[in-house]
């Protein structure tokens, strides 16, 4: 990931069109396998709606995700956050 990007924080019907489950050197991956192996990082959804940053043409006018999708996300962001600070002190 390039830049910052809500869509990649979470597995939508667009990731689920394109993507087939697999496994590499890592770990599984693919739209079934990683909202279950990276939860919270990967969270699944059907769409973002008008807050996606990278729109397709699967995008609906309204988000579906829920509140506890949103708290799991900066739950995992803040964490990640204090991880970072404590390992630069």
Do not use: A, W
Not at 5 to 17: E, I
Request: hydrophobic share 30%; net charge negative.
């Amino acid at each position: 990931m390039d830049k910052l990007s809500l869509r990649g924080f979470f597995v939508c019907n667009k990731c689920r069109s394109n993507c087939f489950d697999g496994k590499d050197e890592i770990g599984p991956f693919g739209p079934n396998e990683c909202p279950k192996e990276y939860f919270p990082r990967k969270q699944e959804i059907g769409c973002l709606g008008q807050l996606c940053d990278n729109p397709c043409e699967l995008q609906v006018p309204e988000s579906d995700v829920s509140t506890q999708q949103y708290i799991n996300l900066i739950m995992y962001l803040g964490k990640q956050l204090n991880e970072l600070i404590i390992t630069e002190k």
